[in-house]
């Protein structure tokens, strides 16, 4: 587990794009659970992170794919790959994610 952020960087329901030992996440803040996924749309390779946070996930700006934040599975197109879900752990007020394990 490498530190991503403090846990005070993250507005809930907004996604953030950050390096973590060289690999590009996203993380997204709801309620106590923060989400950690690759950072890279499986349909286009384009940022997760600049796109907007909805009901089904983090949804790509560019074609509208969609992925959700707990098993980053596409639930509308183009996408139909997953992207690489991470798991995080809160302590201290630190956001820490291990990028070398994926959870789906």
């Known amino acids: 587990m490498s530190r991503a952020c403090a846990l005070s960087e993250l507005d809930e329901g907004k996604p953030l794009g950050v390096e973590v030992d060289g690999e590009p996440v996203v993380l997204v803040r709801q309620g106590d659970t923060v989400h950690a996924l690759r950072d890279e749309c499986s349909h286009a390779t384009l940022a ?46 630190e956001v820490h994610v291990d990028v070398t394990t994926t959870t789906n």
Do not use: M, Q
């Open 48 to 93: 997760l992170s600049e796109g907007e946070v909805t009901r089904k996930g983090v949804e790509c700006w560019l074609h509208g794919s969609c992925f959700d934040l707990r098993t980053g599975a596409p639930s509308s197109p183009p996408a139909t790959e997953p992207v690489d879900v991470f798991p995080v752990e809160i302590r201290d007020g």
